[in-house]
């Protein structure tokens, strides 16, 4: 997002997109589908875009496509499900995000604010509003202190208690980012035979599975067929 706004000049998108709405739309459509996108990740970059002067059904597309979409989804849906659903997988979520664009085009016109001539300010350092800029600090200062410190519990094992009997597999992920990465790796890992329980650590992309006969292989291809790697 920090990219886009910097590097793209403003007039950018207006002078090669906005010539028709069909090309904007279709235009974020080819960029969503192949790439990953987080669901959380890509709010502030559909602001950017607004920003830039993409429309919002665009936007909209974008932020359909983008986190249902990727090159490693569509390699897993083809080889599960094959060749035919993967076409109606996209079909599906393409023509529902160009067709909910353009109608959320045809209802939402972005118009630039402008300054009223009758327009007055009022002065806003006011005491109250000094006092919550400084409470706020502190919190945040607190938090990090905190954080730093280790007073914080890290998180554990999600609880779940080893009672030796259990077989016990412990994996360290990279990619996750997020909470939807998260509840993916858990999603994946649990659907894996003989898996009891699973704890995943977003921080650190650890991932502790009880159980009885795990299958370790079987368990790090259903983590990477959702499209993260291990270290």
Known sequence: AAAIAIFIPPDFIAEY??????VMLFMMLAVSLPVYVCATASIPIAVV??????SAGAVFVFLMAGPATNASSIAVVKN???????????????????????????????????MS?????HATDSYGSFFL??????????????????????PTDGGNDFDGSQDRLSIVVDGMTCSHCKASVESAVYSCSGVESASV?????????????LDESAIKDKIKGKGFSLK
Do not use: R, W
């Open 80 to 114: 599960i499900l094959g060749q035919k659903t993967m076409y109606h997988y996209l079909l599906l979520i393409s023509s529902t995000a160009i067709v909910f664009g353009f109608f959320l085009d045809s209802f939402v016109t972005i118009v630039p604010p402008t």
């Open 17 to 22: 997109f906005s010539s028709s709405p069909y």
């Open 133 to 154: 800029t400084i409470l706020f600090l502190l919190i945040l200062i607190n938090s990090y202190v905190y954080k730093y410190k280790g007073n914080v519990s890290k």
């Open 201 to 213: 650590d977003l921080l650190t992309g650890q991932v502790i599975v009880l159980g009885s006969g």
């Open 117 to 121: 001539s009758f327009s007055h300010v």
């Open 49 to 54: 875009l607004m920003a830039k002067g993409v």
